[in-house]
């Protein structure tokens, strides 16, 4: 008989004469000639009460039936007549798929710190937070491909493997193949794999330009990677990055867009994981419902940044970073701007060119690009974007001012040569995101097996 | 104004006073007072054609306007008299985003053959095909996050770092941190970023199957990477790998739903990309109707790997490599009993034990596992999948048999020690399905930036 999901059965619009579930003990409470069984499988947060009366076929393997046991239950779906849940199932038949030792089994009914848990990744989505927690993950990835969609975007897997350390290497990781036992030749780059010096990706965007450039709206979603020694809890080694990118498009189109996929992929996620957010909003941070609605409810404010700077100036704040024109936004002023001041999102944009990238769009008054950061209060920064350079003399001269190799961009070049047009993107990423949905602090915490200086369990 | 997609525009109810578009020249046929521009735009394959009246404003910038030139185009959507197209547009003004010189820019109106196209990897998605391609490329991703969410399973992001060696480190690329222009010392892993040697996953099975041991039904999708120096038309050293894992499933539902995945994935891309999918069936692959019908039509033959043998000792054929029980099964033999002797899908199931992964689970007859490979007419092989060993003593005993160090196994038997579940799954190579889709027979040329051994340019 083929199990129904517990999600299901407990959204049952009738009551089974038979029914088959499976999934695992949360609990078990005996009751003199019968017991419960809290029953969880994964589909959804709530367990599914199974009541399990002496002598049916199996009962003597209720003892064995613990904690994180798991066990397969034939029975009837019938009205509860308890509270908090319409349906509980009336066991006819148990059966013993696995126990867990109640001596052993680390995961026993009681709050587990998530430093413990950190260290039983594998165990640890069998717990109503990270069950909960990687079933948004889950739900947040399919409503970023929605998104896209919906808007005509195509997907495109950008490489992961890159032959270029031109974005600077210093934060890459190399792949070989090379024997790293034996002292290394000179030339041993030329007898690696790939017959050269070989990187993982810290960006899928230049490949995306690419694709924009012929199919007009694309987007990336895929890991990258940053070798940074740095052990905070807002970074990991892996990590993934949303990257759309189109063409025809300005600054200010880049920026609508990215308004409407921050507000359309709160609103889609607070329907459809109404239960596993609420667990985030009660037990891990009480300012989430608030803080949704302060993205979803208004339009952002866009603010250019010599205009943040005033306001920062004219904060009477001491910061610990001094501000002023040429001087990047920090997590403390990014905040400030849109916890305190404007208590909400804002979009900076038109940043000094000295403190971006070299491909941003040079703006007319020779100073600024055409960048944009989405800020949101408690996280800072969530979105980074830029209209990119078109013109084929600017984006060469700026390649040549910043001393960079031009011999690593000439396909990069040839995309402004040959039919360039205006185009746009911006990167999300994915576990920063994460985090702004369910107040986690630390992004090892909602990464299945994160991966961080000196950690690369499992 | 707002530009609209050419998809968009020709799936127009009705004529437009106003609209405005933009692309990339394919065509211009000029006549005495006026021109035709073929506009594509890449949200579709078809093209909208511009008619361009002498003098309107913008009308000197036409001889610009040449194969591969960004345009933007101002005007009315009016009906077409011309034959194949419902409308067209009367341009009223012109713009040239960015020119593409008729003497160096290297797709110019004519067939070009692939090996050329992949050395300009970063303009082939500009032609019919390879837009077409990577449009099915994409809508074939979100297929798969579709089929997997309506039946209730959890997407998971395998961790592409692994520091496991324990899956056969011979074909795995390293990843490293340490400078290798220097002697590495002798406890250099030590030094390494992780603190010990890392390398690129070859599968995320074993991370799914933590999951599916906690959330009942999940599968990832993403890159996977071998370091196989093989330079064939199969094999890239980057592909992506679709594997889904449920718990509380034996073999059978194993074969159920990779026959429904295929059926479902073919039904919908089949509706969703008709005209993409067309070019293909017209230029490259004649065969690829019936090689669907064959997939959609009929159920899969279910064949036990004994019998797969015997047919093929009693075909008659002398194939290259022999037959016989314990001999694994080679292209020629998938191929022999998909496209000769059955004209269909075949899946072959309980496989010897000796030629198949430590993880398999043990059937009674004492040297079969319960694994199945899907082979489909012309590809041989798309799936292969297996029901895994959940018994944690038969998997302890197969570990030591096969001489792996269980010290690398863990936390795997941990999933087995607590609450431990009959669980199976398969995994299905993207880029082979892209191969089965399109009748492209070189897999460089279903992925953007193709990376294979000394190739990794873009």
Known sequence: MKRTDIATALASASALPSISVAGWVRTRRDQKGFSFLELNDGSCLANIQVVVDEGIEGFGLLPEMTTGAAVVIRGSLVPSPGKGQAWEIKASRLELAGPA?????????????????????????????????????????????EFFRERGFTHVHAPILTGSDCEGAGEMFRVTTLDLRQPLSKDAAEEDFFGKEAFLTVSG???????????????????????????????????????????????HDDMDLAEEFLKQLITRLRERCAADLALFATWVDKGLTAAFDAIVDKPFVRLPYGEAMDILAASGKSF???????????????????????????????????????YMRQNDDGRSVAAMDVLVPRIGEIIGGSQREERLDRLEQRIEELGLDPSCYQWYLELRRFGSAPHAGFGMGFERFLMLLTGVTNIRDVIPFPRTPRHLEF
Chains 1, 2 share one sequence.
């Open 101 to 145: 030792d109640a001596a052993t089994y680390p995961l026993q009914k009681k709050r587990h710190s998530d430093e413990f848990l950190r260290a039983i990744a594998h165990l640890r989505p069998r717990t109503n937070k990270y069950g909960a927690l990687f079933r948004i993950r889950s739900e947040a990835t399919f409503a970023v491909h």
């Open 205 to 251: 965007q230049l490949s995306a330009e690419a694709f924009a450039l012929a199919l007009g709206k694309v987007y990336t979603f895929g890991p990258t990677f940053r070798a940074e020694n740095s052990n905070t809890a807002r970074h990991a080694a892996e990590f993934w990055m949303v990257e759309p990118e189109f063409a025809f498009a300005d600054i």
């Open 320 to 358: 610990e970073h001094p501000v002023g024109w040429g001087r990047d936004l920090q997590t403390e002023h990014e905040r400030y701007l849109a916890e305190k001041h404007f208590q909400g999102p804002v979009i900076v944009y038109d940043y000094p060119r000295e403190i971006k990238a070299f």
